[in-house]
């Protein structure tokens, strides 16, 4: 009874503390004014229509390799946990053909959209985040039809760890050749709207997809063993 | 928009009252992705002023004015980086809740005592 | 016209996360979970945030839903039955 007494203490305290905060809330009319300044000045500086992008990979791009970072730490913790279990018993039953036909006129096409999201980071809602999910949702149907197909590890250790350093490695050739950490205009910035515009940021941002959908990858193949 | 700040607020208390007192530990963990989604509902919420775009800026906004037509993007970007962590929280838990099982072949955290005073 | 369409979203989001924590069957409680961040990502497209809701949606209805599901895999084939 004590027990419900607590939980019905500290329930009606977090009420008690965010009731304020609904209630007084007026919603803002004009941007704050950090935000402005990206806004009046993010497309001449750095080159890319898509705001979004232009502050994760550049204005905050040491907050993105903190990201990264925690990422392949919950992967490396996920394996090591995992190596030393049994593997599953359970039927493993082929699929129908209707799936198995169906994934092998699919996966191309999700595998090139995953790819077209972050390239085209800089210009459309989209990026090397949602792009590298895109990637590994496409693997996870191919691994949910044919059940005992298996992706190959090496390739998936090389994909990653070129990912990340040729991160880490852009990032330095920016303190050489321009700015500083992370600066995008090693490369030419161009016309903003093109393709090959913002500078390195088309190529930062693959690099991120690729590295976040082998992890994912890396994820759905320990847990399914 | 009020209402969404609060619907975010409620979808914690829900999370906070789940992981208190449900004794499945599969239950707590998805407590926990519920408070996660909350707290992101909030966040974004705060950066969403009244009739404006979304922060791109290409032909449909005006260049020089664009400070006037967008929403505000830095709430944008802290949720993107929670999200992703968020997935991998959640899954590293799953994992020690796996290990967890198959130890003492029970999911009620009422069994797993050995630290209690 | 808008508030309309929040307030019917906001009342099955917290309708399916009660779902979710009181059933007692556990596949129930994943997809509710898995219905709620779907929501959540419509809600993000009402609020401007096209980038937002591109990756809650591929990350929240989609991988962890799979995450949650192979786990609850492991879980019934090593022991024989969940408790």
């Known amino acids: 009874m004590g027990k419900r007494i607590i939980i019905s203490l500290t329930l009606a305290l977090f009420l008690y503390i965010s009731l304020p905060f609904v209630m007084d809330f007026t919603p803002a009319d004009k941007l704050a004014p950090l935000s402005e300044q990206y806004a009046r000045d993010g497309v001449r500086e750095v080159g890319a229509q898509n705001l979004v992008t232009a502050v994760i990979v550049t204005y905050r791009g040491l907050d993105t390799l903190g990201e990264i970072a925690v990422l392949f730490i919950a992967t490396a913790g996920i394996g090591f946990i995992l190596s030393r279990g049994n593997t599953t018993k359970g039927q493993k039953r082929e699929s129908s053909r209707i799936l198995q036909t169906g994934v092998r006129v699919l996966l191309p096409l999700i595998l090139m959209f995953g790819v077209y999201i972050f390239i085209n980071g800089h210009l459309t809602p989209g990026g090397g985040f949602q792009g590298g999910v895109v990637i590994a949702t496409g693997i996870l149907v191919f691994l949910l039809v044919h059940p005992r197909g298996k992706i190959h590890s090496l390739i998936l250790q090389v994909l990653e760890s070129i990912s990340g350093f040729g991160y880490v490695f852009l990032g330095l050739l920016g303190i050489f050749l321009a700015g500083g950490f992370l600066d995008n205009s090693i490369l030419p910035l161009g016309q903003a709207g093109q393709l090959f515009s913002a500078g390195a940021i088309p190529i930062i941002y693959s690099l991120i997809g690729l590295k976040v959908g082998s992890e994912l990858v890396n994820i759905i193949k320990y847990l399914k063993q | ?117 | 016209m808008e508030f309309i369409i929040i307030l019917v979203i906001a009342i099955i989001m917290i309708m399916a996360a009660i779902l979710a924590l009181y059933t007692d069957n556990l596949v129930t409680a994943i997809i509710s979970a898995g219905v709620v961040s779907l929501l959540a990502s419509v809600l993000y497209l009402l609020l401007s945030a096209p980038d937002v809701a591109m990756t809650e949606a591929a990350i929240g209805s989609g991988l962890t839903t799979v995450v949650f599901l192979y786990a609850l895999n492991k879980i019934r084939n090593s022991g024989g039955e969940d408790g």
């Open chain 2, 1 to 117: 928009m009020q209402l969404v700040t609060a619907l975010g607020f409620i979808l914690v208390i829900i999370g906070i009252w789940g992981m208190l007192t449900r004794k499945n530990m599969i239950k707590i963990v998805i407590g926990f992705s519920l408070i996660d989604t909350g707290i992101h509902i909030i966040m974004v919420s705060i950066g969403y002023i009244k009739g404006r775009t979304a922060p791109i800026i290409n032909e449909a906004v005006d260049r020089t004015n664009a400070a006037m037509e967008i929403v505000d993007p830095i709430p944008s970007v802290l949720v993107l980086t929670a999200i992703v962590i968020g997935l991998a929280v959640t899954a590293l838990m799953l994992v020690y809740v796996t290990r967890l099982y198959k130890h003492k072949n029970s999911l009620n955290i009422d069994d797993y005592g050995e630290l209690k005073w």
